[in-house]
């Protein structure tokens, strides 16, 4: 049986580089891990007052996330931070207080631009938010994939044989970190 991992992408945009990353995770995955490829389009606004009665995309959201043996994040960075659609997702994620849905998960985060810096510092900032509501997460390697805007074809298929090998390698570790913390 392999671990099911909700892989989170931090953009809905239809052509994203994170999305594309992320499909690519998925397939270089070893046997062990299955990468649930979820997009964040539909989450409804995280607001206090719907709290008591949620939305059912929050249900099903927060449920994707407990029934899942890990998360992993694949993030673009807005603005030197994380897209606000995706700290919408964790903010909703994170709710009800002190019953946060990703509480305990192995945690994965790649950021990735196509510029220069890799969008590291949408990176540091989930190091930030991330572990008071999550799980452990994985320290090294540390990934910000830069360049990113060249390495997929028209069908996004990944073509950039130097990511290939850097994804492999991370997921590879991811999944060691995986069954490390799901024994
Ligand atoms: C960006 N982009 C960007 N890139 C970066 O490296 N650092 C940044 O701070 C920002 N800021 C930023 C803000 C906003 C509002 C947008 C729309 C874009 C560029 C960004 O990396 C690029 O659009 C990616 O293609 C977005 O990721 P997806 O959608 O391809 O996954």
Known sequence: MAYNIVTIVGSIRK???SLKIANALAKLAPDTLK???TTLQGISFFNQDL???PPADWLAFR???QKSNGVLFVTPEYNRSIPG???NAIDVGSRPYGKSSFN???TGIISNSPGPLGGVSAAKHLQNILPGISGPILQQPE???NGVGDAFDEQGALVKEALKTVLQQYITAFAAHVEA???
């Open 104 to 106: 305990g998960k192995p």
């Open 15 to 17: 052509q994203s580089f």
């Open 181 to 183: 913390h799901n024994r």
């Open 143 to 145: 990934i910000y994939l």
């Open 63 to 65: 449920d994707k996330l």
């Open 51 to 53: 709290e008591a009665a």
């Open 35 to 37: 990468l649930d490829v």
């Open 85 to 87: 659609v995706l700290k």
